[in-house]
């Protein structure tokens, strides 16, 4: 495994600057190139399992998520990257609209990974899924007045809610399966009644959401699970502590429910891979039991896998309905999301 985020930014676009005059095309080499948005320790720990089982080299490149898209779009024809790896379907989709990847057919991947988490044509694949759920201060909520997302836009919530700001994808996947499932206008209405509610304005990550709700900001936040994982198996002496004062809540969950919004972290064949194959293997590879049991086991998220279990912790956490929207229909209604966010004053 050969990871280049080490290297400056600068450096990095000479080399792929460079690239098309070294031999990117040479098929004959056994590798594979990753364009990934995630950074975390799993992923590590499966580019070196993908290469021992395989026998192919992994090359990383790891940036934000707009760089990435932004490199992949600059590039062209010339990118040397093979696959798009990435968070949140939001990203996925726009990686298709603008031409960035291609259709590839698995029947592994297709008799393993739900419809619903997949593009229907095979441009992406989603590897592991996140609940983006309610999580409270035990010491002033009882989780038995909690309910469903639209519930926190009541009055009694007044100061009481925590989350990030609008430019997070995550609130933006939330907000466009409202739309997806009641319409723009209710979506709308939600939106406003969540900013009235706010603890304070938007700022920070999920984990920070958390710390404040733990120092006594507000009552409840809208966070994805694996960052409690994070907080409860942090080094971190003050963020177990964190992790201490949370409770889990997953909403929308009664008979009448639509379940609790998922997402999903996805990959997708460049649409100029140079290393075809390799890149579908390396996708095969995510999807088996031996790496979805990393990335349950290792990061905390839902195995996208339908054969595997998820790991012990969040076994702990209870089972839970899921929203079982395709979640292409997030990536549609996106910019609305983003549109609606703007006109509430959710910034
Ligand atoms: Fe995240």
Do not use: C
């Amino acid at each position: 495994m050969k990871i280049l985020s080490k290297i400056p930014l600068r450096s990095l676009a000479m080399i792929l600057l460079l690239a098309p005059l070294v031999p990117l095309e040479a098929n004959d080499v056994n590798e594979v190139n990753i364009y990934t948005h995630r950074h975390y320790p799993s992923d590590e720990i499966l580019f070196k399992k993908f290469t021992k089982t395989s026998g192919i080299k992994v090359n990383v490149v790891q940036a934000n998520a707009d760089q990435i898209m932004k490199r992949l779009e600059e590039e062209g024809k010339y990118t040397p990257a093979d696959i798009l790896l990435t968070v949140d379907v939001g990203r996925l989709t726009y990686a298709k609209e603008r031409g960035l990847l291609q259709p590839i057919k698995s029947k592994y991947l297709e008799s393993v990974i739900p419809s619903n988490l997949r593009d229907a044509e095979g441009y992406w694949f989603g590897v592991t899924k996140r609940a983006r759920v309610i999580v409270y201060n035990i010491d002033n909520v009882d989780p038995k007045t909690l309910s469903t997302y639209e519930a926190l836009t009541d009055e009694k919530y007044k100061k009481g809610i925590l989350t990030q700001s609008s430019s997070s994808v995550y609130n933006q996947s939330l907000l466009a399966s409202i739309i997806a499932h009641k319409g723009a206008k209710e979506a709308k209405i939600w939106a406003e009644g969540i900013r009235s509610n706010f603890a304070r304005r938007p700022t920070g990550s999920d984990r920070d959401q958390m710390r404040a709700l733990a120092a006594g900001i507000g009552k409840v936040a809208i966070v994805n699970t694996y960052y409690v994982g994070q907080l409860i198996n942090s080094k971190s002496f003050s963020d177990k502590a964190v992790a201490e004062m949370i409770g889990i809540f997953f909403p929308n969950q009664g008979d009448d429910g639509r379940g609790t919004h998922i997402n999903i972290s996805g990959a997708g064949v460049t649409k100029y891979a140079k290393h075809r194959e390799n890149a579908i293997k390396f996708i095969e590879f995510l999807a088996s039991p031996e790496a979805q049991k990393v990335f349950t086991n290792v990061n905390y998220e839902y195995p996208a896998n339908k054969n595997v279990a998820p790991s012990k912790l969040l076994q702990s956490w209870g089972k839970f309905k899921e929203d079982k929207i395709e979640l292409y229909k997030l990536g549609k209604y996106n910019v609305e999301a983003v549109k609606i966010f703007n006109e509430v004053g959710w910034y």
